[in-house]
């Protein structure tokens, strides 16, 4: 049978009615009902030529053995936020399976190249508050002493609830060994933002995942009395940070992708009858470029202190966490182009602010790439996350072009 790319459409409608309740679909990572949505995508493979395991931080691995041990991986999570949406996730793997079972039909049953699906254990990082787990693992950028210390809202150890899946932490090191003859790895992944849907396009290609500077910046003022303290005398720390809420938006508008966001503000004592002392922020920054990234950091730095002084104030920041921006490989960048103008005839390329396991993959080298479909309204992480049928059907018929210009390449330069 040729490639069906209706059937994944089916199967993300079936896996919905099997996890989902009224708030949205319930498969977080190390929960029965993600254990569940495991054991029903197992139904799907079970009569095709393929072998399964499962690797060391309990990443699903189904292979279709091919004439050459180099392999495409193609891959994407079954776990999802709570009350989250149908696709996230989900999709890229039942398109993934739905390619996989076009290699098998087209090939025999041995493709020139060997296929691997990937169903990536834990990349919400809902319970535990660790994205990418499973494909951090594959990277070996992961670090088990920081998960050890890790607990859900219960008190449930990270440890605990990865051995009732049978996954020990201190094996996780061995999932490294995956890396082993892959050669590149593919992702199809709803877009999650607006930008598609407003230049009226179906597709995309990911040009890269965005790098991020996450910093908390708290600005010192003094407390002082509402009632008694003139205006020319005060120190408000909210005042300097509120300037630098401001002050971030043209910063980052002076490219076409960056984007700052202040998200959380507190202030000390935080009572209406005093002047704000102490006002803790944040900060989060994103570009794909790494050259961008830097400038605006050091651009929202300067005007922190120049608020602060403005304010009679003084300004600290300190790095919550940051990564680098990991562009993906420019000929599969080219093939997933081409895979979209042939499917849908207008291609578009776009960064992806959030982050996904692809970029865990690419960091451990592997070439990569992926491809977007419009997100309706560009919400996820939500219950009314949805897509268009028919932007889902040309999502896995470009895809599929994409995975078979891929496995030409990869025979190519084997
Ligand atoms: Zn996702």
Known sequence: MPLNPQRPIDELKELRALTSDENGAQRVAWTDTWLKARDWFRTKWQDLPVEQHYDAAGNNYITLKGESEKALLLGSHLDSVPNGGWLDGALGMLAGLEVLRRFAEQYNGRPPVTIRLVDWADEEGARFGRSLLGSSAFAGTHSIAADRIRTDRYGIPLEDALRRCGVEIDRFPEAEHERKNAAAYLELHIEQGPVLERMNLPLAVVLGTKGVERHAITFHGQEAHSGSTPMNVRHDALAAAAKLALEIRPIARKHSDA?????????????????????????????????????????????????????????????????????????????????????????????????????????????????????????????????????????????DKLAAKTAAWITQTA
């Open 259 to 399: 984007v700052c966001t202040m998200g959380s503000v507190k202030t000390f004592p935080g009572i209406v009858t005093a002047v704000v002392g102490r006002c803790e922020t944040t900060l989060d920054q994103r570009d794909l470029d790494a050259g961008i990234l830097a400038t605006m950091y050091q651009e929202a730095h300067a005007a922190s202190e120049r608020f602060a002084k403005e304010e009679g104030c003084t300004v600290e920041w300190s790095r919550i966490w940051s990564i680098e921006p990991v562009p993906f490989h420019p000929t599969l960048v080219q093939f997933c182009q081409q895979s979209i103008e042939e499917t849908a005839g207008t291609s578009h390329s776009l960064p992806s602010g959030p982050l996904h396991d692809a970029a865990e993959v690419s960091r451990a080298g592997i070439p990569t790439v992926m491809l977007f479909v419009q997100s309706l309204g560009g919400i996820s992480h939500n219950k009314i996350e949805d897509t268009r049928e028919k932007h889902l059907a040309l999502a896995v018929t470009a895809f």
